[in-house]
């Protein structure tokens, strides 16, 4: 069977990024199905990606979500990237959990740039890891990476 | 034997949300069998539910949470949602974790209507979810879906 | 043998919770061997429910802790309240976490009461989870019931 | 073989608790062997305290902990108790848990003093708990014990 | 098959950390393999050395995080000390964390020596681990050691 790569997003998110994540991986990882699923929100996303992995049997999952302004949306934060971490400890597969915090930005335009840019470097990250291995990215190491913003570069 | 989806709601609550999915679920799935736990507050829930699937097998539980406005609450939700998340993952069953939040409406009857509208989307959620499989909300995805308040649109 | 509910307690708290709780379930579980064990503190309660639970094969378990009032003793709080859910995931059994936080009253006599009613109340839900079963609160779900102060109400 | 107990301990901390934590313990549990690992800091005591019961197989761990002022300190005590809470619940095995903040004390004479005196207080704690079993603290509970601090006692 | 130590680091770093810890245990380490793996940030660290060590079986690895400034940077930390502990506990091998805070210091040159003397400190402590065994540290006990800053010594 074709090998698999696991797309997760929500419909609470406010930018498609799941849909970008797609793109990217199709011309990233011609020879891989992609699986996309689609939860309400990012509490959920540790669960379906369990779920995806156990169903399909995909290498990698990639999971994009949104987290409100307020107090609890950043404690459904913590408890889903919590989550997220334990579904990669469990099953040995690499996730990539992509966030965007509504607050990020105050001006929509730009909140929606970062969303974008964040979900498509990631993307590239996965395809890059799932291509190459665990040393795809040894050459950037502490290089100042930033998704969603300009990399910041070395100190 | 008939299949089952599992509702776990508390005696904390001040709206009777179990309630409410019990009706949306009767009526989406209706060849499902529909169990109703009650535990005393939110932190109870992950137990609760886990027994819920340990002894009726359901396919997906829905929990109803109502989260006080105190400091210790707020530590009492995020122990309770990564406790649901940790159950989700263990058994690889649907948990769809609707919660309130004491705070959200200094207005009761705002915030009963709060309770009443996210605890009925969610059930149409996890109806769907149950019905039509993991790409139900695929092409929700990315809208700002919200449940409790209306729907914020993509930006 | 005869079947047994499990009560810990600590130290650290200013109220004989568990003499409370002992009391309740000894009266309303006359069939039951009640099991208690005291720790020091509440990041001692999980792996003591879990050490009798292993130990004595009880159904159910009580854990009642008292959390001080500064910034660490929250933290405490939280990890000791995912530990209990934790444990309560992987054994399957019933546990009702009794907390009294310091700060919850500056009087000492009304913090008292609040440690006194929240035990009783909460070691007579569980007295009513383990005669009745898991639907023995669901006709008080959504009715606002509280433990240590007087009930709200449904809104 | 000798049963045994273990101390874990940190280069991190100012006060040498586990010197302390080892000496009560052999004068307490004089038919025990006395295990002590030290880590540099205390997000590396549960991983040292699992290795070295399953090393050992002893009966109980002490494990003595320094945590800094800075919220990332906080954050690094959260994470430490988590795990902490997870190998007692995992093993089954004792495990107390002495933590002393930086911030307890400005004077380093009074800091030194709570270090010491908790560290003591709860080794003895453990023998107790490991020579006469889980009912040895039952006759104080309630009794507002401390370590570090005089006892606040009862309500 | 040669022995080996893992080290894990991100693009997020601005200071080639795992750069340090390498040169530190090929010279400490002279007969073990090093295994480097690079991951985006400081969330994906626990699932790669969860990898990295089903695949390589090494005895021992450091992480090396970089955390950025915000509120929700501070949550990830801490979901990723507890996914790092959790993996320690769950394979019984030694994770050194290694993390450096963005908001430690104003200056970035002062900012990188905290990372490069916190890397090599730390490296250095894993080296004493692997070659000498868990009482490796323990004449430094208590000793007030700081890696990163300078030794603030016992009390």
Redesign the interface.
């Known amino acids: 069977m074709k090998r698999c790569v696991g797309v997760v ?11 970008i994540a797609v793109e990217v991986l199709q011309r990233g990882l011609p020879g891989y199905r992609i699986v ?5 929100g990012i ?2 996303l ?3 990606a ?3 992995i ?1 169903a399909h049997g995909c290498d990698a999952v990639i999971t994009l979500g949104w ?1 409100g302004g ?3 949306d ?17 099953t ?6 992509v ?1 965007v ?1 509504e607050d990020e930005a105050k001006d ?2 730009r ?2 740039e970062i ?1 974008v840019d964040r979900a498509r470097k ?1 993307a590239e ?1 996965l395809v890059a ?1 799932v291509k190459e291995g ?5 050459s ?8 969603g913003y300009p990399d ?4």
Chains 1, 2, 3, 4, 5 share one sequence.
């Open positions: 997003d929500t419909t609470f998110a406010r930018v498609d990024m799941g849909g996309r699923h689609t939860v309400p509490k959920d540790p669960g379906a369990k779920r995806l156990d987290v307020r107090e609890a950043k404690y459904s934060y913590l408890a889903s990237s919590i989550g997220l971490i334990l579904v990669e400890v469990l040995g597969r690499i996730i990539i959990d966030t915090h929509p335009k909140l929606k969303a990631h990250n890891l665990p040393t795809a990215l040894t950037m190491a502490g290089k100042g990476l930033r998704q910041v570069g070395p100190l």
